[in-house]
């Protein structure tokens, strides 16, 4: 036997799908555990901590009974550019953009600026415990360049990819279709299987794209059919009329069917407002929706009906939305889906919210054969929580009567000082 590492800590992981299954059996937890991790950086064993788990030769890292052991969290939608203006505040999705957003992507022209950015975006990420996320870039190929740079350099496990636009935006931020296929096709040779990188082709959304647009972006998509698609869909009610309006022959999801954007390896982030026959179009391709809760609150943009959505048979992960989304905790994204369902009178247990947060985000991004949870051969790709962090998280936690209880302090008064350490493939990630 090789040499491991043992972390012994409380340990916490989900292993199925709460929705689906019976909610008892959709969980490991040890109040005294452990996780073994091999020389690969791969998940050996997990269990019930005893004096016999440890072999000689394995070094023991004994995390106290106040650290809680996790998987790592994923955010499945938000904009890396986006991170400097978090909290601009009035208007709804559409003002919102021009009002906001393009002035400041169009910063990223400057690779000084997108330097900056991103070495600040994937240390507030690591910091509140996110180790993998879908990324939106801009439209700039250079800037696109140096996000997965720094991905690659924290040993972050990153699915990133340029915005493709061009109409409906201000013309600094244009590109044309031919141009927009080009850079994007050379970025995902670049990029895409490159360690722990992933490359996703990522139209803005129907209405900045031209039909040219999403036709070259299906070219994209059909040369290679391993790269994901990234986008947004159905937000708010307004935009959904704007899509009419600008195809009108189609429903939305239509739209993006028809040029060959729908597959397993798609995520539409929002969905708000879907109709039954779109749901039925994202079932029968298998893409998936990104449900971005503190975004849907900030922006006004609706409260999305989860139950709907899974009973129709599509996988749901959660994602921060950053800028929209005021911050990137995937404590407040669980907080903020439990509230957004409460007010539809449906409660979601801890189990349920750590589930989207961790494993369930897995299986948006098609990784959970990979990551997701703490099992035997997955890689080791774990945080360490500090049930101590803030006196009130001590205080809080203190008396939680159950591990579900415990989840819960997290969910709802976490935030990044109880992240202690984060580790991605057995490496620790530093932020
Ligand atoms: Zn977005």
């Not at 539409?268 to 179009?281: C, I, K, N, P």
């Not at 599509?314 to 939305?321: A, E, F």
């Not at 589930?355 to 790709?381: H, I, N, P, Q």
């Amino acid at each position: 036997m090789t040499p491991v590492r043992l972390y012994r800590a409380r340990v916490f992981s989900p292993i199925a799908d709460p929705f689906a299954n019976d909610v008892a059996s959709s969980y490991v937890a040890y109040e005294d555990g452990y996780v073994a991790v091999d020389e690969a950086g791969r998940i050996a064993a997990v269990g019930e901590w005893s004096s016999e788990v440890a072999q000689e030769g394995d070094e023991i890292v004994d995390l106290g009974r106040g650290a809680l052991l996790t998987p790592g969290f994923f955010d499945t939608h938000l904009h890396a550019p986006q991170l400097e203006m978090i909290g601009s505040y009035g208007g709804h999705l559409l003002e919102w953009l021009n009002r906001y957003t393009f002035p400041t992507e169009a910063k990223f022209r400057d690779p000084g600026h997108a330097r900056k950015v991103a070495t600040a975006f994937f240390d507030e990420l690591i910091r509140h415990g996110t180790l993998c996320a879908l990324i939106f870039s801009t439209i700039h190929a250079e800037a696109t360049d140096i996000f997965f740079e720094e991905a690659e350099r924290r040993g972050f496990r990153g699915i990133i990819g340029k915005t493709m636009m061009d109409r409906n935006a201000p013309d600094f931020l244009l590109e044309n279709a031919a141009d927009s296929h080009a850079q994007s096709r050379e970025l995902l040779q670049k990029w895409h299987g490159r360690g722990l990188l992933r490359y996703a082709i990522t139209p803005r959304f129907a209405p900045t794209s031209t039909p040219e647009l999403l036709e070259r972006a299906g070219d994209l998509k059909r040369e290679f059919p391993d790269a994901y698609v990234h986008t947004h869909i159905s937000e708010n009610r307004n935009e959904v009329e704007w899509v009419h309006q600008l195809f009108p022959e189609a429903e939305y999801a239509d739209v993006y069917d028809r040029y060959g954007l729908l597959d397993e390896k798609s995520v539409l982030a929002h969905g708000v407002h879907l109709s039954d026959e779109e749901l039925d179009v994202l079932r029968a391709r298998g893409s998936r929706i990104a449900h971005c809760p503190n975004s849907n609150l900030f922006l006004g943009s609706g409260l999305f009906p989860l139950h709907r959505i899974l009973d129709a048979g599509v996988v749901v992960g959660l994602g921060s939305d950053i800028g929209a989304g005021t911050t990137p905790s995937l404590f407040t994204a669980m907080a903020d889906a439990y509230k957004v369902q409460q007010v539809q009178n449906v409660s979601l247990s801890p189990f349920h919210l750590w589930y989207l947060a961790t494993l369930g985000g897995a299986r948006a991004l098609s990784l959970e054969g990979e990551t997701g949870s703490l099992e035997v051969g997955k890689s080791a790709d774990f945080l360490v929580l500090d049930c101590g962090a803030t006196p009130l998280l001590a205080l809080r936690g203190g008396r939680a009567s159950s591990m579900e209880d415990l989840l819960a302090a997290f969910i709802f008064i976490g935030d990044d000082r109880a992240v202690r350490e984060a580790y991605v493939a057995g490496r620790r990630v530093s932020f």
